[in-house]
């Protein structure tokens, strides 16, 4: 019986310097491509990475820089175009100042106390 899979990514722009993408996201892509079914939620920095409009060209760690275009943004929208339900915990983005009409359209925004009834749609919840 397939599993239905819930990626919890806490930590925003997970190797985004050595990648173009967020390895759980670009991973998630994958395996939905392949006909798993799974559900993201983005909480705490993470929710940082579904903000629109965001220009990483000249960021650079000391004399390292980032080489490639990353759009996380279009990433998570292209989730949500395949099917895959993507959500925000609430909380988070009001602790960081955000809006939702500064995300990408798409997302679920759920309060932090809803996210027992989250856990429970789905068979194995990973936390990255």
Avoid: C, Y
Wanted: charged content about 25%; cysteine-free.
């Amino acid at each position: 019986m397939p599993k239905k899979i819930l990626q919890v990514v806490e930590s925003a722009f997970r190797a985004t310097l050595e990648e173009q993408d967020d390895t759980v996201v670009w991973l998630t892509l994958a395996m939905r491509g392949a006909g798993g079914e799974f559900g993201v939620l983005l909480r705490g920095n993470a929710v940082n990475t579904a903000v629109r409009g965001q220009d990483p060209s000249g960021l650079a760690f000391g004399d390292r820089a980032l080489r490639h275009h990353t759009d996380l943004a279009e990433d998570i929208t292209r989730l949500i175009g395949k099917g895959v339900r993507v959500s925000v915990v609430a909380e988070d983005l009001a602790e960081r100042g955000l809006r939702t009409e500064d995300l990408v359209a798409g997302l679920e925004t759920i309060p932090r106390a809803a996210l027992p009834d989250l856990f429970e749609k789905f068979d194995q919840v990973w936390h990255w």
